[in-house]
T-cell receptor, first 114, second 115 residues
Framework: ETGVTQTPRHLVMGMTNKKSLKCEQH?????MYWYKQSAKKPLELMFV???????ENNSVPSRFSPECPNSSHLFLHLHTLQPEDSALYLC?????????????FGPGTRLLVL | ELKVEQNPLFLSMQEGKNYTIYCNYS?????LYWYRQDPGKSLESLFV?????AVKQEGRLMASLDTKARLSTLHITAAVHDLSATYFC???????????????FGKGTKLSVIP
């Protein structure tokens, strides 16, 4: 595997379900990010992790819970979601040196909440 | 609050024509990114512009940055169908110094190149 991978690629869940999204980066980067992309809004930054430590939580509802066990893996735990949470969830990673902070994105998980 | 505005949001152009996409932002920054997204796909990095007057070119695309005007442009030369995609600019104002960045994205410009 190369770059940034995400699983699953598609997910349908009911409002009472609990599920998790997984992201793995194979680039040796130190920072990882979760973004939400919905049809009606610009790409929104949700969470930032730097060397496994969460550095930003952009007013995201508590039904979204991130976890970063190491610099290569990032999870987004989902519970009691609402239909308006249906969106494409993108993971990204970046490195401070050498790439000018460019964020490399995974393919995304398309989530549908029924 | 940082605002990033792109225009136009939709652009339909004929093959062979030239056009420019504009990205304005509301707060001082010297770090701007352009990304491309194909339908159903993720974002692909195109350019990173790190200083006032920076210009980058790749194929038929050229990006520039004017930090004083808080404006970046993405110029398309002699468009071809393969350039059809959505183009996003993103601005970073909060580099932590330890390797993480916070990007604010524009809404994107959906480009359709018609044969």
């Amino acid at each position: 595997e190369t770059g940034v991978t995400q699983t699953p690629r598609h997910l349908v869940m009911g409002m009472t379900n609990k599920k998790s999204l997984k992201c793995e980066q194979h680039l040796g980067h130190n920072a990882m990010y979760w973004y939400k992309q919905s049809a009606k809004k610009p790409l929104e930054l949700m969470f930032v992790y730097n060397f496994k430590e969460q550095t930003e939580n952009n007013s995201v509802p508590s039904r979204f819970s991130p976890e970063c066990p190491n610099s290569s893996h990032l999870f987004l735990h989902l519970h009691t979601l609402q239909p308006e949470d249906s969106a494409l969830y993108l993971c990204a990673s970046s490195q401070a040196q050498g790439t000018a902070g460019t964020q490399y994105f995974g393919p995304g998980t398309r989530l549908l909440v029924l | 609050e940082l605002k990033v505005e792109q225009n136009p949001l939709f652009l339909s152009m004929q093959e062979g024509k030239n056009y420019t996409i504009y990205c304005n932002y509301s707060t001082t920054s010297d770090r701007l990114y352009w990304y491309r997204q194909d339908p159903g796909k993720s974002l692909e990095s195109l350019f990173v512009l790190l200083s006032n007057g920076a210009v980058k070119q790749e194929g038929r695309l050229m990006a520039s940055l004017d930090t004083k005007a808080r404006l970046s442009t993405l110029h398309i030369t002699a468009a071809v169908h393969d350039l059809s995609a959505t183009y996003f600019c993103a601005v970073d104002i909060s580099y932590s110094g330890a390797g993480s960045y916070q990007l604010t994205f524009g809404k994107g410009t959906k480009l359709s190149v018609i044969p």
